[in-house]
């Protein structure tokens, strides 16, 4: 989406956007033996003792509770950015210069991407989190989903498809906003 063009503002001023509070995963009260069958059935049949069996799927199983970790923070970043996405809608339609910039009918028009992309060249600070990422497992899933329905595949799947699927077909927009003409401020609020 960065090889869009700006969207011209009128005016030189630079407008003030609300706060991006961002929540950060709080780390879930895992039960491994909900991840310890899919782990089993990763494992092959092999002529090894009981416990190195037995490790293996233990080390298996938290392998999966970190990728389950990953998966709700991107979807805990993407909660937090399209909460973000509508407070500032609710700004653009109260400022009479940055009312029309987001409706459809004006050629050429931001959409809900725009903010996201906007992140982006403000050089947010996401410790690791893609933000497209981020917010298409968001918009795939309303809740995220628990463990138990995370089997490596889905996993997988999730990391590589859904979640650029979902964003892809949520972004399409032909214009940008100018970052130089915005400001916000990022607000971790898991710490309170």
């Known amino acids: 989406m960065s090889d869009g063009k700006y969207i011209e503002i009128p005016g030189s001023k630079t407008h003030e956007l609300p706060p991006l509070l961002v929540h950060a995963a709080s780390a879930p009260e895992t039960d491994l033996a909900a991840v310890m069958s899919e782990a089993e059935e990763m494992l092959s049949a092999a002529d090894v003792e009981d416990t190195v069996l037995q490790r293996r799927r233990f080390d298996l199983a938290l392998q999966l509770n970190e990728q389950y970790k990953g998966l709700l923070s991107h979807w805990v970043w993407g909660d937090s950015v399209l909460e ?17 910039l987001l409706h459809p009918d004006v050629w050429p028009h931001a959409s809900r991407a725009s903010f996201v992309e906007l992140l982006r060249q403000k050089r947010l600070l996401s410790h690791g989190v893609a933000l497209d990422k981020a917010v298409g497992l968001r ?13 490596s595949q889905f996993l997988i799947y999730l990391n590589s498809t859904v979640a650029d699927t979902a964003y892809h077909a949520w972004s399409q927009s032909p214009a940008l906003f100018p970052p130089d003409r915005f400001h916000f401020e990022v607000v971790d609020i898991s710490a309170s």
Do not use: H, K, N, Y
């Open 139 to 151: 918009l795939a899933f309303r809740q995220p989903p628990p463990i138990d329905c995370c089997s």
């Open 84 to 100: 973000w996405v509508r407070q500032c809608e609710i700004t653009f339609e109260s400022e009479g210069v940055l009312r029309q």
